[in-house]
Every structure is written in structure tokens, then in C-alpha cells.
């Protein structure tokens, strides 16, 4: 479902992804893991067409990201890190302009507004400002808006930040159950290790760019040489605590950049 072949991504001098391969297949859930700063956002970034490789290959769904973007568009969805709901709409509103902006027939898109509220167990508060939901709800919505329009793949970026155990469960078992029921494929990062030992079915490790370690959660632990995935990624990626993404600067620049030239 997606291949990622000899991928490298320069900002000026700042190599933040340094010839990276690996695969994820079909209905696979699968941890992209990785210190501050270590390549994962850049990466997604790539995969979702919001930035062009420097050099190597992305495909998802047969299609190249760079050279058919719209396909590669419309064969995911993403579930962002920091909320983007709008507040001031109601549940239901927020999936309904969702899907009028995939272009879906009128019908299809509100039978499949009703069955993703239901769920993600929001069917009784569709009408409800999204502003007056807790943060987990508003998480919940967000899933069920980004798998609207049937997409093969799903996004999470750290999708579970900030939330309390029962509600995180409760996340996983929805994505579990779709996952198992429609096939979908989920992408997803997290600094919870736990997390990711308990749901992906393989993991690849990104620090400084390359990809440190690769496989099922069991083969990454037996790697280090430990019997947790939490020692394991210490052990992989250093005891040094970690800043924000090195080269952030020079990256919204070069992004800036790359939309003027769109926008010309």
C-alpha cells in the first residue's frame, strides 16, 4: 500500500530524511516511531504531498506522490497532531463540508455521516457546537472526518497526545474494528510505546534521518536486546533528550518558498 524507496529530503545543508526505505502493506497498522526531530513529520509531510523529495521515491496506492498527487490525495486520510475541527460548526456540519469538499454524491456522503458518528459514538451529539465537546470527542470526530470519504489509508499523527487511558482505549478499539472490518490501513506515530507494542502490527524507527530498526514490535525488542519496546527505542535512539525538529526554521522557509512559486 505504500513504498518508500531510497527517500532523502535536504533543506539547504540539513539532510532531515537521509535515504530512507521501507514498506507498509495492505490493512497493516503500522508505528512510524522516532525522537524529536529524528525525520517522522517530514516524512509524513512527503507522503501526503505536502513537501517533494529531494531525491528517491514515495508510492501509495501504485501512485507516485509527486508525479499524481491528487490520486495519492484522494486515497488517504489524516488525522493531524494539533486539532482541526472547526468549533463553531456542529458534528455534524464539520462532516458534511468534509465531504463536499471530496466531491461525494449527496446521498452516499450523509449515509456515511450517520454510520461513522454512530461509530465513533457521536450520533447523539451531531447537532452540538463543536466547541462545546471534550477533547477526546473532538478527537473522535476528527477520526470519523478523515475516514468519510473511504480512504485506504489513514494518518494519525500522535493521535492520542493528551488524552486519558480510558479514552485512548477507546480510540484503538475504533480503529481495531475499522481496521478489521474495511480493510483500512493506519499510519500512525505516537511517543507512547505502549501503545505502539500493544496495536501496530510492524514498526520502523527513524532517528537523525535513517531508519535505525524495522519489523514487528518482537523483532525490534530482540534487536536491542531487551524485553520492552520503551527500553528498546532507548536503547536505538540515545538517552539525550531531544529539541523540536532541527532545521524547523529553514524548512517553513523552504516550504514558503515552494508555495510562492505555486501561487505564481
Do not use: C
Not at 507512547?192 to 496495536?199: I, K, N, P, Q, T
Not at 519489523?215 to 528498546?232: F, R, S, Y
Not at 531531544?242 to 529553514?250: I, L, S
Amino acid at each position: 500500500m505504500i513504498k518508500v524507496h531510497n527517500l532523502t529530503k535536504k533543506f539547504g545543508k540539513l539532510v532531515a530524511v537521509n535515504d530512507i526505505s521501507f514498506n507498509v502493506n495492505k490493512g497493516e497498522i503500522f508505528a512510524f516511531l522516532g525522537p524529536n526531530g529524528a525525520g517522522k513529520s517530514t516524512t509524513i509531510k512527503i507522503l501526503t504531498t505536502l513537501l517533494h523529495p529531494t531525491s528517491g521515491t514515495v508510492t501509495l496506492d501504485g501512485h507516485d506522490a509527486v508525479h499524481h498527487p491528487d490520486e495519492v490525495r484522494r486515497s488517504f486520510g489524516i488525522v493531524f497532531q494539533d486539532p482541526s475541527v472547526d468549533d463553531e460548526l456542529t458534528a455534524w456540519e464539520n462532516m458534511e463540508f468534509h465531504g463536499v469538499l471530496y466531491g461525494m454524491p449527496t446521498k452516499v456522503r450523509r449515509e456515511r455521516i450517520d454510520q461513522l458518528l454512530t461509530f465513533v459514538e457521536l450520533s447523539d451529539r451531531k447537532d452540538s457546537l463543536v466547541k462545546e465537546f471534550s477533547g477526546g470527542m473532538k478527537r473522535r470526530l476528527e477520526i470519523a472526518r478523515g475516514l468519510l470519504h473511504h480512504p485506504k489509508v489513514i494518518f494519525l499523527d500522535e493521535p492520542t497526545l493528551g488524552l486519558d487511558p480510558q479514552t485512548r482505549n477507546h480510540m484503538w478499539s475504533y480503529l481495531k474494528n475499522l481496521n478489521q472490518q474495511e480493510g483500512t490501513t493506519v499510519f500512525f506515530t505516537t511517543h507512547y510505546m505502549e501503545e505502539a507494542d500493544r496495536v501496530a502490527d510492524k514498526v520502523a524507527v527513524i532517528d537523525h534521518g535513517k531508519i535505525v530498526a524495522q519489523g514487528t514490535t518482537d523483532e525490534i525488542k530482540q534487536q536491542a536486546g531487551v524485553d520492552n519496546l520503551e527500553e528498546a527505542f532507548i536503547k536505538l535512539t540515545g538517552h539525550a533528550i531531544r529539541t523540536e525538529e532541527v532545521g524547523a526554521v529553514d524548512r517553513l522557509r523552504a516550504q514558503s518558498q515552494m508555495w510562492r512559486g505555486r501561487r505564481k
